[in-house]
């Protein structure tokens, strides 16, 4: 600490309170700190961050969720600019007679000038706790951890730090690599052996966190957002640490205020002092996000506190309701599967070839598949469940208060595959080498094994424990302990530290929430703010694909997105690419299948014209398709799906691999694709180009995405970590050396698509930050409070907000127009945006959302409008009454 500190309490409050008043009130800066403790919490935080009953600390491996509303502070600090002492304020600490009132620390904040600003490291939590707290706002301020990531990505570094970790703790796995590269053939690329594979998709794995993989090597030496962190990292200053401070006490509210003091102070000082470091870096490295960080980031900060504050309104009733009866599902399911696994059984007197040769391997595991079967069937759910593990059986048991089971978890890898691979005894599934048991796998699975219908039955089995198992972990556990159970409401916390500067949410993630499938029905958990509101989301349409088509000008994406409503792209790219399979296909001739009833009718027609035409009629699982659902399913599945993938890859590999096809003939395909898009596909290779050369790209509004991974210098030290060197006739080391390049390849690979992804994802950041910004100004021009309207929540594209029902067509319009407007980034194509309005955030249907959203410019057949048409002011109002009446009826 390079200034002293200063406790303020009740003992001497008149003695340094009016100087330091004096001070702040000539400040410019002034560095802001907060200490809170969470002892309050309510019930469902301590199960849900495992809190332990005796020493109130929670579990290392659980991530800490603060209930905002119980949430007490225990003190600030406060660090002038320039002053050689920072001080610290007890407010609610253990030495509970040396308290100051809140109305004497409030004549502290309160002397700060207008034009002067709060510094302070993840604002966020401060904005909030003073509000949660003290219904205190903090008007001006600066949030360093939002400038650090406007400053740089996560997972930037030093490149002196690059050099100096040498391998890290990816030569953990070197002699392994140096033993499985001996069988590696050069030749055939990609084709690894899957020994080899293995070891090499630890260390390039995408979503491998392992210390010994890349992604792991660069977060050791990554600057990172922590305050503690990043002061060790431009400073060389270690801080000292919360557990270090805490010791053996549960919370802040548990130690004195000196033994806080120099603590909280410090916190402050390094606010300010990281502030003017980012700042300086900023100037030097990308000046053009200064300010954009001042009018777009940093305002930001506010409106996730207030989301925070806020909160969202949820059916707790209906929660608790879906949770039983999932769990008497899986009971069902248990039941049925362990009747089908006993008329399987045996097992057959060795394991099955495909899983001898994986390491994970072990008897246990049919050891534990034959107990459960042998076990009777009860009749008690909760029974049935327990003789199993897996999110579903070790949720309830907590509930119950009782130990959980040591039967197998069929949701793990391990047991499924030995069902998949080992009961049923099946070739395996593989990808890139690995073994694979995923929803995809299964799938294929179940296609092969079409004539064994009890092998069929255990696959179904597996996807549905899948199903419920996943909506439990991430839905219906999580949110009966994270529901408030005097206020009804979850607390989301949003943010935005991505690399790519996209918002993200946690406790609970609402974005998460799926449109489609069996977890749909999550969205209908959620409600408005009050009985006389509705949700009113509105969704950019094709955001991503409309920002391609400005950002390249290439003039297939204008066709499509220069005007409003937009024009089909999809159609153009599911035909170029089906004609690898149907030699002859154009997009005319795809178009047509809508104006035939009989398949026959299309064969008769274009027989002549075509090869292979049976390929349209049947689907990716092989099944026949119907001619009246072809056209939609192929330019969904095929054209959509290309339209929003190959931009980020830069190659059809999941087409292909979907479509059954070769690399070569997936290469075929995305040559079409290329050809169609051939402007578009410059611009991409252009965007690389820039990444390569400098190491990053800059978005359209300033930030950088660095990716040194790109660069060719990158690879040369990559290498270099490595690679040995060999004399020619050493073919082992050879080969080592070969993989290394492999490797490097494949990460650079990954750069050249995060930095295309980082500038369209990026861009879509900014458009829904500026736009969120831009409302609520809108909105207070209107007169209107959160009474009236409050912005609950950004779900990817989409912007939710609790409107007044009479207000919605006037909120709608006025919304949309701003969201749409954006005229500094688009000059060729136009934004588009849908509303949908309802009771609940659920999508309308008519069998089981009847209060659930409604797509005010796609109508359903509600009386309320045209059919699939957009709806005008008055039909809007139309809606809002069904939806009301609609609930009227179910009560």
């Given at each position: 600490?390079?200034?002293?500190?200063?406790?303020?309490?009740?003992?001497?409050?008149?003695?340094?309170?009016?100087?330091?008043?004096?001070?702040?009130?000539?400040?410019?800066?002034?560095?802001?700190?907060?200490?809170?403790?969470?002892?309050?919490?309510?019930?469902?935080?301590?199960?849900?961050?495992?809190?332990?009953?005796?020493?109130?600390?929670?579990?290392?491996?659980?991530?800490?969720?603060?209930?905002?509303?119980?949430?007490?502070?225990?003190?600030?600090?406060?660090?002038?600019?320039?002053?050689?002492?920072?001080?610290?304020?007890?407010?609610?600490?253990?030495?509970?007679?040396?308290?100051?009132?809140?109305?004497?620390?409030?004549?502290?904040?309160?002397?700060?000038?207008?034009?002067?600003?709060?510094?302070?490291?993840?604002?966020?939590?401060?904005?909030?706790?003073?509000?949660?707290?003290?219904?205190?706002?903090?008007?001006?301020?600066?949030?360093?951890?939002?400038?650090?990531?406007?400053?740089?990505?996560?997972?930037?570094?030093?490149?002196?730090?690059?050099?100096?970790?040498?391998?890290?703790?990816?030569?953990?796995?070197?002699?392994?690599?140096?033993?499985?590269?001996?069988?590696?053939?050069?030749?055939?690329?990609?084709?690894?052996?899957?020994?080899?594979?293995?070891?090499?998709?630890?260390?390039?794995?995408?979503?491998?966190?392992?210390?010994?993989?890349?992604?792991?090597?660069?977060k050791e030496i990554a600057y990172s957002y922590g305050l503690?962190?990043?002061?060790?990292?431009?400073?060389?200053?270690?801080?000292?640490?919360?557990?270090?401070?805490?010791?053996?006490?549960?919370?802040?509210?548990?130690?004195?205020?000196?033994?806080?003091?120099?603590?909280?102070?410090?916190?402050?000082?390094?606010?300010?002092?990281?502030?003017?470091?980012?700042?300086?870096?900023?100037?030097?490295?990308?000046?053009?996000?200064?300010?954009?960080?001042?009018?777009?980031?940093?305002?930001?900060?506010?409106?996730?506190?207030?989301?925070?504050?806020?909160?969202?309104?949820?059916?707790?009733?209906?929660?608790?309701?879906?949770?039983?009866?999932?769990?008497?599902?899986?009971?069902?399911?248990?039941?049925?599967?362990?009747?089908?696994?006993?008329?399987?059984?045996?097992?057959?007197?060795?394991?099955?070839?495909?899983?001898?040769?994986?390491?994970?391997?072990?008897?246990?595991?049919?050891?534990?598949?034959?107990?459960?079967?042998?076990?009777?069937?009860?009749?008690?759910?909760?029974?049935?469940?327990?003789?199993?593990?897996?999110?579903?059986?070790?949720?309830?048991?907590?509930?119950?208060?009782?130990?959980?089971?040591?039967?197998?978890?069929?949701?793990?890898?391990?047991?499924?595959?030995?069902?998949?691979?080992?009961?049923?005894n099946t070739k395996a599934i593989r990808s890139e080498g690995?073994?694979?048991?995923?929803?995809?796998?299964?799938?294929?699975?179940?296609?092969?094994?079409?004539?064994?219908?009890?092998?069929?039955?255990?696959?179904?089995?597996?996807?549905?424990?899948?199903?419920?198992?996943?909506?439990?972990?991430?839905?219906?556990?999580?949110?009966?302990?994270?529901?408030?159970?005097?206020?009804?409401?979850?607390?989301?916390?949003?943010?935005?530290?991505?690399?790519?500067?996209?918002?993200?949410?946690?406790?609970?993630?609402?974005?998460?929430?799926?449109?489609?499938?069996?977890?749909?029905?999550?969205?209908?958990?959620?409600?408005?703010?009050?009985?006389?509101?509705?949700?009113?989301?509105?969704?950019?349409?094709?955001?991503?694909?409309?920002?391609?088509?400005?950002?390249?000008?290439?003039?297939?994406?204008?066709?499509?997105?220069?005007?409003?409503?937009?024009?089909?792209?999809?159609?153009?790219?599911?035909?170029?690419?089906?004609?690898?399979?149907?030699?002859?296909?154009?997009?005319?001739?795809?178009?047509?299948?809508?104006?035939?009833?009989?398949?026959?009718?299309?064969?008769?027609?274009?027989?002549?014209?075509?090869?292979?035409?049976?390929?349209?009629?049947?689907?990716?699982?092989?099944?026949?398709?119907?001619?009246?659902?072809?056209?939609?399913?192929?330019?969904?599945?095929?054209?959509?799906?290309?339209?929003?993938?190959?931009?980020?890859?830069?190659?059809?590999?999941?087409?292909?691999?979907?479509?059954?096809?070769?690399?070569?003939?997936?290469?075929?395909?995305?040559?079409?694709?290329?050809?169609?898009?051939?402007?578009?596909?410059?611009?991409?290779?252009?965007?690389?180009?820039?990444?390569?050369?400098?190491?990053?790209?800059?978005?359209?509004?300033?930030?950088?995405?660095?990716?040194?991974?790109?660069?060719?210098?990158?690879?040369?030290?990559?290498?270099?970590?490595?690679?040995?060197?060999?004399?020619?006739?050493?073919?082992?080391?050879?080969?080592?050396?070969?993989?290394?390049?492999?490797?490097?390849?494949?990460?650079?690979?990954?750069?050249?698509?995060?930095?295309?992804?980082?500038?369209?994802?990026?861009?879509?950041?900014?458009?829904?930050?500026?736009?969120?910004?831009?409302?609520?100004?809108?909105?207070?021009?209107?007169?209107?409070?959160?009474?009236?309207?409050?912005?609950?929540?950004?779900?990817?594209?989409?912007?939710?907000?609790?409107?007044?029902?009479?207000?919605?067509?006037?909120?709608?319009?006025?919304?949309?127009?701003?969201?749409?407007?954006?005229?500094?980034?688009?000059?060729?194509?136009?934004?588009?945006?849908?509303?949908?309005?309802?009771?609940?955030?659920?999508?309308?249907?008519?069998?089981?959302?009847?209060?659930?959203?409604?797509?005010?410019?796609?109508?359903?057949?509600?009386?309320?409008?045209?059919?699939?048409?957009?709806?005008?002011?008055?039909?809007?109002?139309?809606?809002?009454?069904?939806?009301?009446?609609?609930?009227?009826?179910?009560?």
């Open positions: 600490m390079t200034v002293k500190t200063q406790l303020i309490d009740a003992s001497n409050f008149e003695q340094h309170a009016f100087n330091l008043i004096a001070k702040i009130k000539a400040a410019t800066f002034v560095g802001l700190d907060t200490e809170t403790q969470d002892s309050n919490r309510h019930e469902g935080l301590n199960t849900y961050c495992k809190y332990n009953p005796k020493t109130g600390k929670k579990a290392a491996t659980t991530k800490l969720v603060f209930d905002i509303r119980r949430t007490i502070m225990t003190g600030f600090s406060i660090w002038v600019e320039g002053d050689d002492t920072a001080y610290y304020i007890n407010l609610n600490h253990a030495d509970i007679e040396n308290r100051i009132p809140w109305s004497k620390a409030k004549m502290l904040l309160d002397a700060l000038p207008a034009e002067s600003l709060w510094i302070a490291h993840n604002a966020n939590y401060e904005l909030t706790v003073f509000k949660a707290c003290y219904d205190y706002d903090i008007p001006n301020y600066i949030c360093s951890m939002q400038l650090a990531v406007s400053a740089f990505g996560a997972d930037e570094y030093d490149l002196n730090d690059f050099i100096r970790a040498g391998q890290g703790e990816i030569r953990k796995l070197i002699p392994a690599l140096l033993q499985e590269s001996r069988f590696y053939d050069p030749a055939k690329g990609n084709d690894l052996p899957p020994a080899l594979a293995d070891v090499v998709y630890k260390i390039i794995g995408k979503a491998s966190t392992s210390t010994f993989s890349y992604n792991g090597f660069v503690k962190k990043l002061v060790k990292a431009f400073f060389d200053h270690k801080m000292t640490t919360f557990e270090e401070v805490l010791g053996e006490k549960a919370h802040m509210g548990e130690l004195t205020g000196p033994e806080v003091c120099d603590y909280g102070a410090d916190d402050a000082y390094w606010a300010v002092r990281l502030f003017r470091h980012l700042m300086t870096y900023m100037a030097k490295n990308s000046p053009d996000a200064i300010p954009t960080f001042f009018s777009q980031e940093n305002p930001m900060v506010q409106k996730f506190s207030n989301i925070w504050t806020g909160g969202m309104v949820v059916n707790t009733t209906n929660v608790f309701a879906r949770r039983d009866l999932e769990r008497s599902t899986m009971a069902d399911i248990l039941r049925r599967m362990k009747a089908t696994v006993r008329k399987m059984l045996p097992f057959s007197d060795t394991p099955s070839a495909v899983l001898r040769e994986e390491k994970w391997y072990q008897p246990k595991y049919r050891e534990q598949i034959i107990e459960w079967a042998a076990m009777p069937d009860s009749d008690d759910d909760f029974t049935q469940c327990q003789q199993v593990r897996g999110p579903v059986s070790n949720a309830w048991a907590i509930d119950k208060g009782k130990p959980g089971s040591n039967g197998p978890n069929f949701s793990h890898y391990m047991p499924m595959r030995v069902l998949l691979y080992d009961l049923i690995k073994i694979q048991s995923d929803g995809e796998a299964r799938g294929k699975l179940k296609e092969r094994l079409g004539d064994r219908p009890d092998a069929v039955a255990i696959i179904d089995a597996i996807n549905e424990i899948a199903g419920v198992e996943q909506r439990m972990k991430l839905y219906l556990t999580p949110y009966t302990q994270l529901m408030d159970p005097e206020t009804g409401k979850m607390y989301p916390v949003v943010s935005s530290m991505l690399a790519t500067r996209r918002m993200a949410g946690s406790v609970p993630n609402v974005m998460q929430l799926a449109k489609r499938g069996e977890s749909t029905y999550v969205r209908g958990f959620f409600e408005a703010d009050y009985d006389d509101h509705v949700l009113v989301s509105i969704d950019w349409s094709g955001i991503e694909l409309v920002e391609i088509g400005d950002f390249s000008a290439d003039p297939e994406f204008i066709k499509a997105f220069g005007q409003i409503p937009h024009q089909d792209l999809h159609a153009g790219a599911a035909a170029d690419i089906l004609s690898v399979d149907v030699p002859g296909l154009t997009e005319d001739i795809f178009k047509s299948l809508r104006d035939f009833k009989q398949a026959q009718d299309f064969l008769d027609h274009y027989g002549s014209d075509l090869a292979n035409t049976n390929r349209l009629f049947t689907d990716l699982k092989g099944q026949d398709l119907d001619i009246g659902k072809t056209y939609k399913y192929w330019r969904t599945e095929v054209g959509k799906g290309a339209n929003f993938n190959y931009w980020y890859s830069g190659f059809l590999g999941t087409i292909g691999e979907r479509m059954g096809w070769s690399t070569e003939k997936t290469g075929k395909a995305t040559e079409r694709y290329r050809e169609r898009f051939h402007v578009a596909e410059r611009w991409r290779t252009d965007l690389i180009a820039e990444v390569q050369q400098n190491g990053f790209i800059t978005l359209p509004d300033g930030h950088r995405r660095v990716r040194f991974e790109a660069t060719h210098l990158w690879n040369d030290y990559f290498c270099s970590k490595f690679q040995y060197p060999v004399d020619r006739d050493d073919d082992q080391l050879s080969k080592f050396n070969s993989i290394i390049s492999w490797i490097a390849r494949k990460i650079q690979k990954r750069a050249h698509n995060q930095a295309v992804n980082a500038y369209i994802q990026g861009s879509c950041a900014t458009i829904a930050k500026r736009s969120i910004i831009r409302i609520d100004d809108w909105k207070g021009q209107q007169g209107w409070k959160d009474r009236e309207a409050r912005f609950l929540m950004p779900i990817h594209d989409e912007l939710l907000y609790s409107v007044h029902k009479d207000i919605v067509p006037e909120f709608v319009n006025g919304a949309r127009k701003i969201m749409i407007t954006h005229p500094d980034m688009f000059k060729h194509c136009m934004l588009d945006a849908s509303p949908s309005v309802g009771l609940t955030f659920e999508p309308w249907n008519k069998k089981n959302a009847l209060i659930g959203q409604v797509e005010l410019y796609e109508l359903p057949d509600i009386g309320c409008g045209p059919v699939n048409g957009r709806a005008n002011d008055d039909q809007m109002r139309g809606v809002v009454d069904y939806l009301f009446d609609q609930r009227k009826l179910a009560a």
